[in-house]
């Protein structure tokens, strides 16, 4: 039996299927022939091009109805579907234009911002080059990936922020590690020209340590440096370096990227950010909160993908004699599948006090009920502000919305000054805000916002009239709320399904009188812990690794300093320590220096100390107390006692751990490490200063500084 050849063109099949009548409408005697539904099955070519059109068609009608429904004012909003992330490979080519690569190391948002803020400048600058902004750590999915791509740069800015003790951000740590380690090929970067910007604090001891290391490996690979590295300090007014070290650039730049015959640019004047929003009818919306409902249904917890963990305990570490206080939390991780190791962080997302965010609602003048949904395009799906929003937080009530993703009690930047004159109906307020945001009010600013620590929320009730949409508020007004980080204080051997933290409540009296509570140790002291009640407190938690670990052999001597809550990873150590003894390991000596102010007020987890010791588990104690006598006595005068001893245990290969304020204690026993090794090694200055570098080069001197 023959069968004839049917040629079908796609156009026939649509038009065909949207007649209803497939069969009849291509060949009218399929409608007289059982069997030729089953020859046009038969054929491979056909049968393809059948199941292709239909899938498009169905594709056409669910865009259609998406837009529909999404483009009215008043909509029914359920769950935001999880993005997919699909990596494709980079198609590189070449469009004749010139190219510029804008790197950004951040941990907070800020060094992003600061490298999406310099490439819109950039952009309007030089219309004729192309500017790309890149997360460090999505430049390259293997290590290996780096030298391969960086030598096809030609032109290229990093933003670096350096934190804690003098570490890169999480984003850039992969790259950071293999570049700083990167010593073997010599001039490889010759085709590149740079520039680098460091984001620090001057309190802290490595100072921008990051960026100068980047800064100076780049020239060391035969990179040619544009301008000087920018020393961006958090401490002062980091807006205003970063604003000087680019006014340095774009004058380098005319000459790498301005035609001869190019006109002189229009002064540039930086847009301020808005989201698009979006305004939901209540009625229509479910009130189940939904924006963590599935936290825990990722493989891998981090910063973007927490995981939900209830308080199961809380519980006050001060004696009823204290005038401060200090609370130790475990959260419930059994089944969530997050995991962690001695010593590790624990990034905690808390949430504004109530009476934080009724303020807030106040001086906005809108309803705590509106519910909206901000979105980082436009109705065409275009990027918003060549894509320089922060991602969207879920669709939610203004009340959630300014209780888990706004930061409204740090000073405002001078941007977010901008953006209120913007909105400001008064115009002597409007004035008044451009003023303290410009270089002529800079000493206006740092005195009135910075040193009186204004809050976002005191800033803007002394400019009532401003009140910007709410777009314009959560983009470029109230930075997004940022997690806190805490050292982990237990020891997963011990505590597998819990992660300790044991944290200080901030409550001190700012400059100007206001009485400022810490937004997560607040939120930490007046949680309901399971334990109480099942309607207990929840947050969303991930965990951050750190190389702030025990030897791997442990009969190796430990040194740990540690006052106040510099105790916390070290319990973990001890609680470590323990699990191993038990499991019939060789424990080396260790000594443990701990601080507080009184013996009676203030002198944390002492029953768990003692018996540690009592087990074996921790060769000596020894506790520093500040008010507690005569004269003040800090870690640092214990250790000087004990200078002997701590010298014979360096000798023997011993490691120092330091945990705790970086701005004092730890410069401060840093110091006593230094003269330790002079005053017992019989060595000068700078032979001592080498030795202590040696000890932290290797690995034997570490710190978890705040």
């Not at 949207?18 to 409608?31: A, I, T, V, Y």
């Not at 350096?162 to 740590?173: F, H, S, V």
């Not at 380098?252 to 305004?279: G, W």
């Not at 009530?397 to 941007?415: E, G, M, V």
Request: aromatic letters at 10%; charged letters at 25%; a negative charge.
């Amino acid at each position: 039996m023959q069968s004839s050849s049917l040629k079908v063109s796609p156009l026939d099949l649509m038009s065909a299927i949207l007649k209803g009548n497939f069969f009849g409408e291509l060949n009218p005697s399929f409608e007289e022939s059982p069997a030729a539904a089953t020859i046009i099955m038969g054929s491979g070519d056909v049968f393809m091009v059948l199941t292709t059109s239909i899938a498009v068609l169905i594709g056409c009608l669910i865009l259609f109805v998406w837009r529909r429904s999404s483009g009215q004012k008043s909509s029914k909003v359920s769950e935001a579907p999880k993005t997919l992330m699909v990596k494709v490979p980079e198609v590189e080519f070449d469009d004749g234009k010139k190219k510029v690569t804008i790197f950004f190391g951040t941990q907070t948002g800020t060094a992003e911002g600061f490298a999406k803020a310099f490439a819109e400048e950039a952009k309007a600058r030089y219309e004729k080059t192309t500017f790309r902004v890149v997360d460090l750590d999505d430049y390259a999915a293997e290590v290996d990936e780096y030298e391969e791509k960086l030598k096809k740069e030609t032109v290229a800015f990093f933003f670096l922020a350096t934190y804690g003790d003098g570490e890169p951000t999480d984003n850039a740590a992969r790259f950071y590690k293999w570049f700083s380690e990167e010593n073997e090929r010599g001039e490889w970067l010759q085709k590149l020209q740079y520039g680098v910007f460091g984001l620090g604090n001057r309190q802290y001891e490595h100072f921008n340590k990051v960026a100068m290391v980047v800064d100076e490996n780049l020239a060391a690979k035969g990179a040619k440096r544009i301008v000087p590295v920018g020393m961006g300090d958090d401490d002062k007014c980091i807006e205003d370096d970063f604003t000087a070290w680019r006014e340095l650039v774009w004058p380098e730049l005319d000459k790498l990227l301005c035609d001869e015959d190019a006109t002189v640019s229009t002064p540039y004047k930086a847009a301020i950010l808005e989201y698009r929003v979006v305004f939901h009818d209540p009625a229509e919306v479910s009130l189940q909160d939904k924006s963590w409902a599935n936290a825990n249904g990722h493989v891998v917890h981090d910063a973007q993908h927490p995981c939900r963990a209830n308080v199961a305990v809380r519980r006050e570490l001060h004696t009823p004699a204290s005038d401060r206080s200090c609370i130790h939390l475990e959260f419930d991780i059994s089944g969530t599948g997050l995991k962690y190791d001695t010593g590790d962080h624990v990034g905690v997302y808390c949430e504004n006090l109530k009476e934080t965010v009724e303020e807030a609602e106040r001086l906005l003048g809108l309803s705590p009920d509106m519910y909206f949904s901000i979105h980082s395009d436009s109705e065409d799906c275009l990027p918003i502000s060549g894509g320089s929003l922060t991602h969207p937080f879920p669709p939610c009530t203004l009340r959630t919305a300014l209780t888990r993703y706004a930061d409204l009690l740090n000073s405002p930047k001078k941007s977010a000054l901008l953006a209120l004159a913007a909105h400001a109906s008064e115009p002597r307020e409007a004035d008044r805000l451009r003023h303290l945001a410009s270089p002529a009010g800079k000493d206006d600013y740092a005195q009135w916002v910075i040193a009186s620590q204004r809050s976002l929320l005191e800033v803007m009730a002394e400019f009532p009239s401003a009140k910007p949409p709410l777009g314009v508020f959560f983009a470029s007004v109230a930075p997004r709320l940022q997690p806190r980080y805490y050292s982990i204080s237990s020891s997963p051997r011990m505590a597998p399904t819990r992660i300790h933290v044991t944290c200080a409540l901030v409550y001190e009296t700012t400059p100007i009188g206001r009485i400022h509570k810490g937004v997560c140790s607040t939120w930490m002291k007046n949680a309901v812990p399971l334990e109480e009640s099942l309607d207990c407190t929840w947050a969303p938690i991930f965990v951050r690794q750190s190389n702030f670990k025990l030897p791997a052999d442990t009969s190796v001597p430990i040194i740990m300093i540690g006052p106040g809550t510099g105790l916390a990873p070290f319990r973990g150590f001890l609680q470590e320590r323990f699990a191993l003894k038990e499991a019939g390991a060789e424990l080396g000596p260790s000594v443990f220096f701990f601080g507080c102010r009184n013996c009676k007020m203030d002198y944390i987890y002492e029953d768990e100390l003692k018996n540690f010791v009592e087990a074996g588990v921790l060769s000596e104690l020894i506790a520093a107390f500040s008010r507690d006598g005569p004269t003040k006595e800090y870690v640092q005068h214990k250790m000087m006692q004990k200078a002997s001893d701590l010298w014979n245990m360096l000798s023997q290969g011993g490691y120092i751990y330091v945990c705790g304020d970086a701005k004092g204690m730890a410069r401060d026993v840093h110091r006593t490490i230094h003269t330790i090794a002079q005053e017992q090694g019989s060595l000068n200055s700078s032979q001592a200063e080498s030795m202590v570098k040696n000890l932290q080069v290797t690995g034997r001197y570490l710190r978890d500084v705040w």
